[in-house]
């Protein structure tokens, strides 16, 4: 089994930066997809960035060269650098992983482990 926790959300005004992490158990970690996921107030979840165990990356249009996914093999945690904040990017930030990503990086349903959330507010 594997458990994920997030941290490093919170207020941020337009314009500003954070950094998500997301720490994982299980030695298993370098052989796992990670990806970010995040559901804003009254909408689905929708697919931010994944990274491969190779380090492979994808991003959703949105977030392209604002958003960097990274990992840290050797310290079972996997980053997400979020640069140039909008208002629109305010959401609950959610951690998934699997080792194996049967359904598309993109699709949630292809992620068996899940995080418990991080909210991040971004203020106009």
């Known amino acids: 089994q594997v458990q994920l926790v997030e941290s490093g959300g919170g207020l941020v005004q337009a314009g500003g930066s954070l950094r998500l992490s997301c720490a994982a158990s299980?030695?298993?970690?370098?052989?796992?997809?990670m990806a970010w996921f995040r559901q804003a107030p009254g909408k689905e979840r929708e697919f931010v960035a994944d990274?491969?165990?190779?380090?492979?990356?994808h991003y959703t249009d949105s977030v392209k060269g604002r958003f960097t996914i990274s990992r840290d093999n050797a310290k079972n945690t996997v980053y997400l650098q979020m640069n140039s904040l909008k208002p629109e990017d305010t959401a609950v930030y959610y951690c998934?992983?699997?080792?194996?990503?049967?359904?598309?990086?993109?699709?949630?349903?292809?992620?068996?482990?899940w995080g418990q959330g991080t909210q991040v507010a971004v203020s106009s």
């Open positions: 990274i491969s165990w190779r380090a492979g990356t």
């Open positions: 299980g030695r298993t970690f370098s052989s796992y997809a």
């Open positions: 998934a992983g699997s080792g194996a990503v049967s359904g598309g990086y993109f699709n949630d349903g292809s992620y068996t482990y």
